[in-house]
């Protein structure tokens, strides 16, 4: 058996996903991992931590990097800092899980990629929807060949919310594109599974209070011919299965607890090979010229590596004590960002330079 040897993590924001993701999955791998420090501008806030974790808290990010203790830090401020903060972070000699999104904008993941280099085995990207059960699950069936060859996949996240908080305000660094952007951009060109030839997107604002797009349309094709259609949407009442995967042997549907199939068995041979140039008899017999021997089939969502989302800190682990390869590479955030940009670059939406974008908190202008 492995001895174990906790790492000491300090949390920098306990917002939403510091207070409600981070520490409850830490206490998840408490053998692994021990929050030595939490670290927000907001008092209640650090009560809250201190409560929930007994460590020691900060007001200033720039106290919790003095900790010589603390090892790792997780980087779950707003998305305009995470450069910012990771730079931070490794100068200061600690490693670094940092939050999606990895970088607001293509030169900012080239940056983040020379600090990579810069700390080699220092840097980890949180992109934990990698570990969605049944993305996993999906992918798995795909490669199994069960389908036949892919030629489509459908992608929908679809939810009707009219959010008003800052992550819907573009000079705060907002959009869907940031912020459940980088996981389904993700999994749409991990579904590619090719080099990736077009992009076409639509972004629009339905819903949402703020002036951010709130609606993505993407269409992705690779190199292998398949198209990927992507649609993440809070302006979408009716809702979609999360994935539809169209081969030229079966088909799937699938959401978060169940996988339906359709598939002509593995090794099954259709009888007839070869179109008839001749004139067709009437009726629609020559549209399927055999009986084709469906299967159907429900299965419940259950990815062979056993992992599920809230599991980002165990491969986490055993990236920094084993060696074990994290499941997300730099080249792999990097190309996130970069599609995302891609999608950015052809709508209407501005969107704010970097010295525009809202820092948090806001500087108090003199004199007023
Ligand atoms: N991976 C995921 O599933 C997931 C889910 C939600 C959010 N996120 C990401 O996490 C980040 C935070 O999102 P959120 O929803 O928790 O936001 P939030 O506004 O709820 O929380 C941010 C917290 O950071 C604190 N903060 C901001 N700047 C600070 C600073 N300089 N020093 C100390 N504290 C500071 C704020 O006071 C606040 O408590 C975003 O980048 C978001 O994209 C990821």
């Given amino acids: 058996m492995k001895k174990i040897n906790p790492i000491k993590v300090g949390i920098l924001g306990i917002g939403r996903a510091g207070y409600e993701m981070h520490i409850p999955e830490l206490k998840r791998y408490a053998k692994y991992f021990e929050v030595a420090g939490c670290c927000d501008i907001d008092a ?15 007001g200033q990010y ?16 707003r998305s305009p800092d995470h450069l910012k903060h990771t730079r931070q972070a490794l100068k200061a000699g600690k490693i670094v899980f940092l939050e999606k999104p990895v970088a607001m904008n293509y030169g900012e993941a080239k940056k983040l990629k020379a600090l990579h280099d810069r700390y080699p085995g220092k840097l980890f990207l949180r992109h934990n929807r990698r570990l969605e059960p049944t993305f996993q699950h999906v992918r798995e069936i795909m490669a199994s060949g069960l389908l036949g060859k892919i030629h489509l996949v459908k992608l929908h996240r679809h939810f009707f919310q009219r959010r008003k908080d800052w992550q819907t305000i573009l000079d705060c660094g907002g959009g869907l594109l940031n912020n459940w952007g980088p996981h389904l951009v993700d999994h749409a060109i991990r579904m590619v599974d090719a080099p990736i030839k077009e992009i076409w997107s639509d972004l629009q604002l339905v819903s949402s209070l703020g002036d951010a797009e709130d609606h993505i349309k993407l269409l992705l094709k690779g190199a292998n ?4 259609d992507l649609e993440l949407s809070y302006g979408s009442a009716i809702l979609m299965p999360e994935y539809v995967i169209y081969g030229d042997r079966g088909a799937l549907t699938a959401d978060a607890k169940e996988i339906k199939l ?15 140039r001749g004139t067709p008899p ?10 084709i021997p469906w299967v159907e089939k429900t299965i419940p969502v259950n990815p ?3 992992l599920a989302m809230n599991d980002i800190y165990k491969c986490l682990y055993q990236a920094v004590r084993e060696n074990v390869p994290f499941p997300i590479t730099i080249e792999e ?8 940009e891609h999608i950015r670059k052809k709508t209407a939406f501005e969107y704010p330079t970097a010295d525009q974008i809202y820092q948090f908190p806001p500087e108090k202008k003199s004199g007023k």
Wanted: charged letters at 30%; one cysteine or more.
């Fill in 44 to 58: 209640k806030r650090r009560k809250l931590a201190k409560e929930a974790t007994g460590c020691a808290v900060y």
């Fill in 62 to 77: 720039e106290d919790m990097l003095k900790n010589p203790d603390i090892e790792l830090i997780s980087i779950v401020s």
């Fill in 225 to 228: 011919g398949r198209v990927v």
């Fill in 262 to 276: 359709k598939y002509v068995e593995p090794g099954y041979k259709f009888k007839v090979g070869k179109a008839d």
């Fill in 282 to 291: 009437f009726g629609a017999v020559s549209y399927n010229p055999e009986p």
């Fill in 304 to 306: 062979s590596s056993g």
């Fill in 333 to 340: 955030g990097m190309e996130i960002v970069r599609v995302s």
